[in-house]
């Protein structure tokens, strides 16, 4: 369990690390569902890096693209 903990942690850091260098934001939020710190992208649209896929589908199901009241 602790392995897996660590590795859903790697692939956050790694896709985080990748949307920052595309120039999305970090905020000082995070995701209601998961904990995971929250992006933000060119056009205020809010991203969790765990629960949602970035290149625009959905991951595990997180807050569902449910952004706009955050």
């Known amino acids: 369990e602790a392995e897996a903990r660590r590795e859903r942690l790697d692939r956050a850091s790694r896709a985080m690390g990748a949307l920052l260098l595309r120039g999305y934001r970090m905020l000082g939020s995070s ?13 205020q ?26």
């Open 45 to 70: 649209r809010l991203l969790c890096v765990s629960c949602q896929d970035p290149e625009g589908g959905h991951g595990t199901g997180g807050f569902g693209g449910k952004t706009e009241n955050l």
């Open 31 to 43: 995701c209601p569902e998961c904990g995971t710190i929250l992006l933000q992208d060119k056009e």
